[in-house]
């Protein structure tokens, strides 16, 4: 069923269509929007044929795209920034949009002070020679809502023309086709009749094909996407719409809506936009698949048939539940002298590392011969299916529309029966008798924006750039000090055992600290940790591992997975030894 298929016109057509006319000959454009520079630099070349001067830059992230393709960075030593402030925006908000200038101008002094409010970026640079350089880069921002009436201050189209006497005919925000694609989209849903009860529907399926930019900096993994943020902003913007219309706070994880898949890919044209309703397709039987090396060597995340065959090969009483597709939940439990431990991955099913830590960690607590765990190597099975479906169209993004289960829903976070995924940790829990869950997870490898909703990720802001590893450890009241006991030992032994570890951490946590003016957590031995007295995790202790993973491969996917094994296996030993 269709609720929306429609065509925008390309906004870089449009303009050069206006202004080439010979009315406009002397005149002088500048425009800001959504589009990569090859296609910027080719719409100014033909503008300037019409005798028109134009300059088109990037409405994302205009002070990362000024340093990438307007300065001369050859002897720069020394640059002051004033950004801007906003009373509608985190006073970190376009510090974070600048991000990863200073790991980008590596060598180079850069201060960061706050200026105005007028939403231009002041500039100063400094050259070796003595040569000064002051320039003004706007940021072209508009102020809008969120559907709960939080104000928004978003990136936006822009355009500022000056005819031939040099008289300024228009300076004004413009909706793009990429703002306007995505409108169209939230309006549509938001104006649907979806009914009282979850879920609302099987799949909402979004499909947009559309200009953009998608291109790796040569800092880290951090790549420059409008098509990864298109996809992000309009499955979180949407899963909050369901959340207003279910009555449910905003942030709320047991909302069931169905799936919603957000497929964004370029087309170097009209804008493209389909919103349909899909039913569930029968998913098709996994089948066991021989690994052709070993996990340890392994450096893209695993099929869900070579999980299949890793578990298999373990042996021990297996277990499982079902998906809500009707996919198997794989588990299997090795029984042993001493206290349990319940390990698991993938409960968000982008984050990979997790899968292959936690098999390896396995592995290697069976061939020791006293194995006591549970185990659970990929508890979203409907959902790392999306993911390996939409990462065949963008290897590197992090596509959190896959993050959950079809049902919409935080698997961990569900409410009530039929419990589906669920009931496999409900076995786990019951046929080990574990004290412990060791929850092995990941999060953005680089930067992670909603740049249409106020740029930053809402209810997830401190996750919006890499920190490094981290170790998350939730207890129930009364269990402080084994808590602590864990957490001081995993830190000290991951510290000793994985090398590079504490120099990986420490370079994202100055970056970190940089660009996000703040600490995050606390450190201990080099690696951020937060510990919290709660009664919502079902076990008296949950560690639950931070691996920037999504989405990774080569030799860092193959680091990752070390560092969650390492976890698995320091954890699982000073909870059995006792201290």
């Not at 509608?88 to 200073?102: C, D, G, I, N, S």
């Not at 719409?241 to 942030?251: C, D, T, V």
């Not at 750039?465 to 830190?491: C, D, M, N, S, Y």
């Not at 691996?547 to 296996?569: I, N």
Request: with cysteine; hydrophobic share 40%.
């Amino acid at each position: 069923m269709a609720l929306l298929e429609k065509t925008f016109d390309r906004t870089l057509d449009a303009w050069i269509h206006a202004y080439k006319a010979p009315a406009w000959r002397g005149a002088a454009v500048e425009g800001w929007l959504f589009e990569g520079v090859d296609a910027r630099r080719e719409a100014e070349a033909r503008l300037a044929q019409a005798g028109v001067t134009a300059r088109f830059r990037s409405a994302y992230k205009p002070l990362l795209h000024y340093f990438l393709e307007e300065v001369e960075r050859d002897g720069l030593v020394a640059v002051d920034l004033r950004y801007p402030r906003h009373e509608h925006a985190l006073p970190k908000r376009f510090t974070l949009e600048a991000y990863p200038l200073v790991a980008l101008l590596q060598g180079v002094r850069v201060t960061m002070k706050p200026g105005a409010s007028d939403l231009h970026y002041d500039v100063t640079l400094v050259y070796a020679d003595g040569r000064r350089r002051e320039d003004r880069v706007f940021a072209p921002n508009q102020l809008g809502q969120a559907q709960d009436g939080t104000p928004e201050l978003s990136p936006t189209g822009w355009l500022r023309v000056r005819d031939a006497e040099g008289a300024v005919q228009t300076d004004a925000a413009q909706a793009t086709e990429y703002q306007q694609a995505f409108r169209s989209i939230v309006d549509t849903v938001r104006n649907h009749p979806w009914g009282a009860h979850e879920p609302y529907f099987d799949r909402l399926e979004i499909r947009v094909d559309l200009p953009g930019m998608d291109f790796a900096l040569p800092v880290d993994e951090e790549i420059v996407s409008t098509f990864e943020a298109l996809h992000e902003d309009l499955y979180f913007t949407l899963l909050e719409h369901f959340q207003h219309h279910s009555g449910r706070p905003s942030g709320d994880r047991g909302l069931q809506p169905g799936q919603i898949i957000p497929d964004i890919r370029r087309h170097d044209g009209a804008a493209r936009v389909l919103v349909t309703l899909e039913p569930f397709a029968p998913p098709a039987p996994v089948a066991p698949v021989a690994l052709d090396a070993p996990l340890a060597e392994l450096r893209q995340p695993l099929a869900a048939g070579q999980i299949a065959s890793c578990m298999a090969a373990l042996g021990g009483d297996s277990f499982q539940a079902i998906s809500r597709q009707g996919r198997p939940v794989l588990g299997t439990y090795l029984r042993g002298p001493g206290p349990a431990v319940f390990i698991s991955g993938a409960q968000h099913a982008n984050e990979t590392s997790g899968v292959v830590g936690a098999l390896r960690a396995a592995q290697a607590l069976k061939a020791r011969g006293d194995a006591h765990f549970a185990l659970i190597a990929a508890e979203n099975p409907d959902g790392y299916a999306l993911f390996n479906r939409l990462r065949e169209q963008h290897p590197r993004h992090m596509l959190h529309a896959s993050r959950y289960s079809a049902l919409g829903d935080d698997i961990a976070y569900r409410e009530h029966a039929p419990f589906f995924e669920r009931e496999g940790r409900h076995q786990a829990h019951a046929i080990s008798g574990a004290q412990l869950h060791i929850n092995l997870h990941g999060y953005p490898a680089h930067e992670w924006t909603r740049p249409l909703s106020g740029y930053l990720p809402r209810n997830f802001e401190l996750w919006t750039i890499p920190k490094g590893f981290f170790l998350v450890l939730r207890h129930h009241p009364g269990w402080r000090e084994r808590a602590r006991r864990l957490i001081e030992g995993v830190t000290a032994r991951l510290a000793r055992n994985v090398p590079g570890l504490v120099e990986f951490n420490a370079r994202q946590l100055e970056l970190f600290h940089a660009h996000a003016l703040e600490t995050g957590f606390d450190v201990l031995n080099g690696i951020p940790v937060q510990v919290t007295e709660t009664d919502r995790e079902a076990l008296p202790m949950a560690l639950i591992s931070e691996f920037p993973d999504e989405t990774v491969y080569g030799d860092r996917f193959v680091f990752a997975h070390t560092v969650q094994m390492e976890t698995v296996l320091a954890a699982t030993d000073i909870h059995r030894s006792g201290h």
